[in-house]
């Protein structure tokens, strides 16, 4: 499975443990609940897990950069949810993180998932558009359930179409 972002210069890959340094680089400067590469390394791992990672076509020249974001979800029980995406701030607004988003729910969808489910920072207001644009709905919310700062959640949900 490879998918091409041609307006980001990259494209979408399975991730692999060579990606876990900047993974985590990522989650730390977007404000992510913090896994850590220890989690990160033992969700690859497990069967149920898609891990994907955004990955330029070359590598940034000033830092050498290899990455532009990743998601981390996993199928369970007919139901994919989505732990992280995350995307370093100055590729944002290219369609990376749809990319990822709409690639993991084709995935899912392949493996008999039915339905997606995310949490989502209230005040993250780019996030939720997204979400929604891609047809996710607020079914609930998780009062303060993110913590550094503390935060309630959105839960968002979407159905999936079934493939052949």
């Not at 690859?44 to 290899?66: C, F, I, Q, W, Y």
């Not at 005040?123 to 709905?137: D, Q, V």
Request: glycine share 10%; with cysteine.
């Amino acid at each position: 499975m490879r998918v091409e972002i041609e307006s980001a210069g990259c494209v979408i890959e399975p991730m692999c443990e060579h990606d876990l340094l900047e993974v985590v680089e990522i989650e730390e400067s977007t404000g992510l609940s913090q896994w850590g590469w220890e989690a990160y390394r033992a969700e690859l791992e497990k069967p149920e897990a898609l891990m994907l990672v955004a990955r330029r076509l070359a590598p940034e020249e000033e830092t050498g950069r290899r990455l532009s974001g990743y998601i981390a979800a996993r199928v369970t029980a007919g139901e994919l949810h989505v732990n992280n995406i995350g995307v370093w701030p100055g590729a944002r607004r290219r369609g990376v993180g749809v990319a990822l988003l709409g690639t993991v729910l084709e995935l899912a969808a392949r493996r008999g998932a039915h339905e997606a489910v995310l949490e989502v920072r209230a005040s993250n207001l780019p996030a939720l558009a997204m979400y929604e644009r891609l047809g996710f709905g607020v079914v609930g919310e998780r009062k303060k359930y993110y913590k550094e700062p503390v935060e309630d959640a959105k839960i968002m949900t979407r159905r999936l179409a079934p493939t052949a």
